[in-house]
């Protein structure tokens, strides 16, 4: 019996050793030659060898393999053969596997179900993953088994059932990191991040994952104070982090454009040994940041230090460059990029045509996208098309943007009709505005932006029946309009925000006086008020008091306020610039001696000198 035991350690340990089928053969034959082929222990080793090899299929070899076994009462054989069917399918024979196993009085182990899970789980078959688990419940002995909870969590949690997956978690009487922190990731890829914040507070002991789960999970939904505050508990936690972590609050960092983060951050990637360009993830992620900072000069110095560059970075640079109107700069990177082994992807392609469009580089971008295809194996999407119509449409071509549109392989999506509503009102043609926000209204019924756009072309157009009727779809919709708000950057780097009308800052009075010295040192030089930039039907008077507390300008008093004389001004801005505040920045540029930038929500604006880096086109 030793003997015995000894020859069966020994055929399996060749048995790990093979890679190949011919070795799974010779194996086989000397399994045989010493009479092991009833082994259940061994044919099963010999199983999981054979089910592992790509090519081989499972209802020849294998299957045939397992058939040859008289009295097949090993739970862990008839789990093998599941397991691959699982992994590789149909599902359906690994179901009837099982179903013969359970016909045989054979009991399942916690494998057989973590396999049946997992194969549920990438079908997405949410009632068949439930059937399952009342087998769990039926047979017994598998509520405390923590691997077999885990991948039913994961499977439910796959099939978008995140109400069965919390309340198998709520059940089971012991849990892991793995059950914690797939359970948080579910809820961050849902927005949830209330409830992940609740799970997270209440995990014993959080290690990298779940803390940068956390961390990337409030970059992703749009809260990155959110994301520092779980970041700088991570470092004091003593957490070690690694480029992942940083990704994710760098990501936050650049959502915030302050140049004081930009700073803490890239130390805190030199400290941990990530900087000076040694990684290609943060190095990316850092050419972002510096981006959205408005310092577009740092981004390309990280750019040059970086030992290896891939897609992203290539991607990154060029949309930096694009966002900051360096059109002729993105261009060219672009096809430096294309001399090199990188290949652009759609993000390249999104970068280049955004160049094209703030420098109304139509033939440029024209033949860039008739080509992006054929040459660089990129298929257009709606991106690209959204891209394109906002190109033709800003250069005044709004027939053919239309025209381009309406001839699109797939359905135009939001971002489509958006950017040519938005080229209407550049343009003030309130005929393809009707178009455009058609489509939108019923992709995005509840998006005001839309509403306000088309009003406001109508407005502009002087048809004030228009401007009454989408007026009155508002409120019958009971939508509001998002107030127009603005960050700027003071000296110590805090962070100060506006809104339009704002009476609540603390130095408001002051800040007011240096807006009317400031409007009044213009006037000198022939500024006269944009009226046509207020798009209600009220006197003159009132629109010149309603331009004047637009949020730009009360940041934009601020920073000459807070500042040193010299110094750049940052602003950030959650609405596209309005015409009459772009005039009193280039302006304010050419008086005050200063250069501001600001970041609206389509790109950035560099006035310096009485003039602005978009070229009066945007």
């Known amino acids: ?25 010779q194996v086989h034959a000397h399994i045989y030659r010493h009479n092991l082929h009833q082994c259940s222990y061994v044919i099963t080793k010999l199983l999981r060898l054979l089910t592992a090899l790509p090519h081989l299929p499972l209802h020849s070899y294998p299957l045939l393999l397992f058939s040859q076994i008289h009295t097949p009462n090993n739970p862990f054989l008839w789990t093998a053969l599941i397991r691959a069917y699982a992994l590789r399918g149909p599902l359906s024979d690994s179901l009837q596997l099982y179903s013969s196993m359970r016909k045989r009085r054979v009991a399942p182990v916690s494998f057989t179900f973590s396999a049946l899970f997992s194969a549920c789980a990438a079908a997405k078959d949410a009632p068949l ?50 059950s914690w922190t ?22 014993p002991v959080k290690d990298i994952v779940a803390w940068t789960s956390m961390v990337t999970g409030y970059a992703q939904n749009a809260m990155p104070k959110n994301a520092l505050e779980v970041f700088r508990g991570m470092c004091d936690a003593g957490v070690e982090i690694d480029e992942v972590t940083l990704v994710g609050v760098i990501s936050a960092c650049a959502q915030l454009g302050a140049s004081r983060y930009a700073i803490w951050v890239r130390d805190i990637a030199d400290s941990s040994g990530f900087g000076g360009g040694s990684s290609v993830l943060v190095g990316s992620a850092l050419i972002d940041l510096y981006s959205k900072c408005g310092n577009v000069g740092e981004a390309y110095d990280v750019f040059k230090g970086m030992r290896e560059r891939n897609v992203f970075s290539y991607s990154s640079m060029i949309v930096g460059f694009a966002i900051h109107g360096l059109a002729r700069a993105a261009i060219k990177l672009f096809y430096d990029m294309l001399e090199t082994e990188v290949k652009p992807n759609h993000v390249t392609f999104v970068g280049v045509f955004t160049a094209c469009s703030h420098a109304g580089l139509v033939d440029q971008g024209q033949k860039l996208f008739a080509t992006m295809e054929k040459c660089y194996g990129v298929a257009p999407t709606g991106e ?28 135009p999506n939001g971002a489509v009709w958006g950017a040519l509503l938005g080229a209407s009102h550049i343009h003030g043609n309130p005929d ?16 005001i932006g839309n509403y306000l756009l088309l009003a406001n072309t109508y407005a502009t157009a002087g048809r004030w029946e228009g401007v009454s009727r989408v007026r009155k779809l508002m409120r019958e919709k009971k939508l ?14 805090m962070i100060h925000e506006f809104v339009a009308g704002d009476v609540q800052h603390p130095e408001i009075n002051e800040i007011k006086k240096e807006l009317n010295d400031l409007l009044e040192r213009l006037k000198d030089i022939g500024y006269q008020p944009n009226l046509g930039a207020v798009p209600y039907g009220i006197d003159d008077e009132e629109k010149r008091l309603l331009l004047m507390n637009h949020s730009e300008k009360l940041a934009l008093a601020f920073g000459l306020l807070s500042t040193d004389a010299g110094s750049t001004i940052k602003i950030m801005k959650n609405l596209r610039i309005c015409v009459d505040c772009h005039i009193v920045f280039c302006g304010a540029s050419k008086v005050t001696g200063r250069k501001v930038v600001v970041r609206d929500n389509t790109r950035f604006h560099h006035f310096l000198n009485g003039a602005c880096s978009c070229s009066n086109f945007w």
Not at 1 to 25: G, P, S, Y
Not at 182 to 203: T, W
């Open 1 to 25: 019996m030793v003997v015995q035991r000894v020859l069966e350690w020994e055929v399996v340990r060749i048995v790990d050793a093979c890679t190949t089928l011919n070795h799974a053969k």
């Open 129 to 178: 993953g439930a059937q399952l688990h009342a087998q769990t419940l039926l047979l017994g002995g598998f509520a405390s088994d923590l691997y077999v909870n885990n991948t039913m969590i994961d499977m439910y949690v796959k099939c978008g059932d995140l109400h069965s997956a919390r309340k198998v978690f709520d059940e089971i009487p012991l849990r892991d990191a793995i």
């Open 182 to 203: 797939s359970l948080i990731v579910a809820y961050i890829k849902r927005g949830d991040m209330e409830a992940a914040r609740d799970l997270f507070d209440g995990l």
């Open 384 to 411: 690209h098309y959204a891209c394109m119509a906002d190109l033709l449409g800003r250069a005044g071509h709004l027939e053919k943007a239309l025209r381009l549109v309406e001839a699109m392989p797939m359905e």
């Open 432 to 447: 393809v505005a009707e178009i455009a926000s058609r489509h939108l209204f019923e992709l995005e019924p509840d998006n």
């Open 480 to 493: 509001k309009k998002n107030p127009g708000c603005s960050w700027v950057e003071a000296k110590n780097g």
